[in-house]
Every structure is written in structure tokens, then in C-alpha cells.
């Protein structure tokens, strides 16, 4: 059974950082990424990297405050995310693919999420 799960949110306030671990068990993925979904909207991609880690891809707002990585070893994805703003809010997923792009690949498992909370 291919299992992906979340930790590591939580409440932060404005300014602070956080540290996202996705473990994944079952199977390994090419492209491992991460979306989120804020209340009442749609759910965005935030960032996605290859399975050496060499091919990162970020959404625009994220670029300079977020990083992907990924240990193989323990097939576990983590997104660190720093200058955290308010308008981060949501619940975060991690997602799975077999495809090789970070960016075009259709991620076809998903965790259950886990919220991560930004107070102004």
C-alpha cells in the first residue's frame, strides 16, 4: 500500500519558518512535490524536485523563501519554508509521481496534508 504522510505544521507567527517532512512508503517516486490549498480556494503548486534532487521548481511566490529537498535513503521529501506571511496559510500537501519533471509531471499520490497556520 503507497502511503504518503505529512508533519511538521503547525501555528507560526509572521516572519518564522517551518519545516515540512513527507514520508513516503510503498514505492519511490521520480518527482516529489508539494501543494496547498487556503480556504476557499483552489489548490496551488508550490514546489516539486526530481528524484537526484538536481531539478528544482518553484512557484513564483515561493522562490527565495521555500526550498525543496528530498533524502532517498529514507524516501522522504521536506520543504522548508522561511519569511512566512500570513497569505501562506493552508492545509499542505505532498504528491508523488512517476513522471521526471518537477513541474509537468502528473502527481497522482497524495497525502493527507497537514495545516500550517501563519498569525499576523
Known amino acids: 500500500q503507497v502511503q504518503l504522510v505529512e508533519s511538521g505544521g503547525g501555528l507560526v507567527q509572521a516572519g518564522g519558518s517551518l519545516r515540512l517532512s513527507c514520508a513516503a512508503s510503498?514505492?519511490?517516486?521520480?518527482?516529489m512535490g508539494w501543494f496547498r490549498q487556503a480556504p476557499g480556494k483552489e489548490r496551488e503548486f508550490v514546489a516539486g524536485?526530481?528524484?537526484?534532487?538536481?531539478?528544482?521548481y518553484y512557484a513564483d511566490s515561493m522562490k527565495g523563501r521555500f526550498s525543496i529537498s528530498r533524502d532517498n535513503a529514507k524516501n522522504t521529501v521536506y520543504l522548508q519554508m522561511n519569511s512566512l506571511k500570513s497569505e501562506d496559510t493552508a492545509v499542505y500537501y505532498c504528491?508523488?509521481?512517476?513522471?521526471?519533471?518537477?513541474?509537468?509531471?502528473?502527481?497522482?499520490?497524495w497525502g493527507q496534508g497537514t495545516q500550517v497556520t501563519v498569525s499576523s
Open positions: 524536485i526530481n528524484w537526484s534532487g538536481g531539478w528544482t
Open positions: 510503498g514505492r519511490t517516486f521520480n518527482a
Open positions: 504528491a508523488g509521481s512517476a513522471g521526471y519533471s518537477p513541474q509537468y509531471s502528473k502527481y497522482a499520490y
